[in-house]
Nanobody, 117 residues
């Protein structure tokens, strides 16, 4: 069965950087477009970045120019490089299929990102 395991979160000051990783298992990873999502306290889960099977990417306006999504099909892993972090980036970050419904279906445990001075 599918499993997504997110890691790499932590606490950083504004302007800092983090690199998140998501290891996928139970699927043929290379044939799926993948995405990163986040959920801040009191808010619904939202899409942050997506990457297709040929590594075409797109981003939410709020993170464009600061975040970079990438994938390594040999490792069944998708990454999210986050630079110039802002307090409003504080959230639990999840990976999933690019077309996942943010409010339904299977979701991993996520990884907490806290941006605070």
């Amino acid at each position: 069965q599918v499993q997504f395991v997110e890691s790499g979160g932590g606490s950083v000051q504004p302007g800092g950087s983090l690199r998140l990783s998501c290891a996928a298992s139970g699927i043929i990873f290379s044939i799926y477009a993948m995405g990163w999502y986040r959920q801040a306290p009191g808010n619904p889960r939202e899409s942050v970045a997506r990457i297709t099977t040929d590594s075409t990417t797109n981003y939410a306006d709020s993170v464009k120019g600061r975040f970079t999504i990438s994938r390594d099909n040999a490792k069944n892993t998708v990454y999210l490089q986050m630079n110039s972090l802002k307090p409003e980036d504080t959230a639990v970050y999840y990976c999933n299929y690019a077309n996942a419904s943010p409010g339904r279906g299977y979701w991993g445990q996520g990884t907490q990102v806290t941006v605070s001075s």
